[in-house]
């Protein structure tokens, strides 16, 4: 490139990094003043426009720290406990479901809803879940020994996957009330293990999907050299294609995180004051004292901070090659 069109390069890209950057900038600021500098006009330099002070954060951590600890320690335990889960689970099943021949019978499969269903309707008028559930699995297995040899239609890998995927276009608010009903029965509303139970459904969808094409560039030609070799499609998969699949798990993980730190419908109705996030605290602030933009940018630095150093830990596993030093020749 010549001087010029280097020159060019730079100016572009610093400033796109300013508009990407500044709206960071102005909530790290806005955090460090008092209201009289945020009613009175947009200032910006500290020292210069105004005195930095550190009363919002003092507010935050120390008048209201009980408050503040518990809403931050629930989202930290219950986005990477699900997004760990819904990595786990989807990694395999996306493995499992581009590598091995699926062919469920389509009436199995409907008998199997059907049995949830049921389950679901026993719950809601009041039987004990463990009851339910229990005879649902048992009347389930009693049916498909008996009618299952019948049913001759069935579905494939593809039609799994587009299943799993289409989930995700379902609205969340078309299901948060079934959801909200059920965990109200089963005595787990407002409590981490149901907020974690809905967000590692909510997210195994896209893992599945994110890892079924990941997993589709990686040469099947490795996998079937430690067949040959002896080694089992276990020791297969934990040998040879998580390791060569580290970027792709590196920025699922981060998405799923991503989304499971910031979700907020489905928070607001299984959880009140016990597993209350942070996306529901800053809102409840919000609410209770208005736009208080001091303390807002407070708690929305303390929010999104984890968030961007997770992703600055996860950016050279991002950024590698899918099959770098794997294949020569």
């Known amino acids: 490139m010549t001087p010029a069109g280097v020159l060019l390069t730079y100016v572009v890209l610093g400033g796109w990094a300013l ?21 009175d ?28 600890l518990r809403p931050y320690v629930n989202t930290v335990v219950v986005a990477l406990t699900s997004s760990v889960l819904a990595l786990g689970l989807g990694t395999t099943a996306g493995y499992g479901l581009l590598r091995f021949r699926y062919e469920p019978r389509l ?15 026993a719950i809601t ?23 299952g040899r019948r049913f001759v239609r069935a579905v494939g890998n593809d039609d799994i996957s587009f299943w799993m995927i289409s989930q995700r276009i379902l609205p969340p608010v078309a299901v ?37 094409d990941y997993f589709r560039n990686i040469s099947i030609e490795l996998e079937e050299s430690a067949a040959i070799d002896g080694a089992s499609p276990y020791r297969i998969f934990r040998s040879i ?37 942070l996306p529901l605290l800053i809102a409840a602030q919000n609410a209770t004292r208005g736009p208080q933009w001091w303390y807002m940018s407070v708690l929305i630095l303390i929010m999104i901070t984890p968030v961007i150093l997770m992703a600055i830990a996860l950016e050279r596993y991002i950024a590698k090659g899918l099959l770098v030093g794997a294949l020569k020749g």
């Open 19 to 39: 508009v990407v950057l500044f709206p960071l900038y102005w909530i790290l600021t806005t955090s460090f003043k008092l209201p009289v500098h945020v009613y």
């Open 41 to 68: 006009g947009p200032v910006f330099i500290p020292y210069v426009d105004f005195t930095p002070s550190g009363d919002a954060w003092r507010y935050i951590f120390v008048d209201l720290r009980n408050d503040t």
């Open 107 to 121: 009436g199995v499969v409907g008998m199997f809803l059907g049995s949830l269903a049921l389950a679901a309707v």
């Open 125 to 147: 008028m009041g039987v004990p879940w463990q009851i339910a559930v229990a005879a649902a699995l048992g009347l389930f297995i009693l049916a498909r020994q008996t009618l």
């Open 176 to 212: 948060v009330i079934p959801i909200y009903v059920m965990f109200q029965r089963v005595g787990l509303l407002d409590t981490r293990l149901a907020v974690i139970i809905t967000y590692t459904a909510v997210n195994l969808p896209i893992v599945v999907w994110l890892m079924r």
């Open 241 to 277: 294609v998580l390791p060569l699949s580290t970027p792709g798990l590196a920025a699922t993980f981060l998405l799923v995180l991503v989304f499971a730190w910031n979700e907020y419908l489905l928070a607001l109705f299984l959880t009140s004051a016990n597993a209350q996030t």
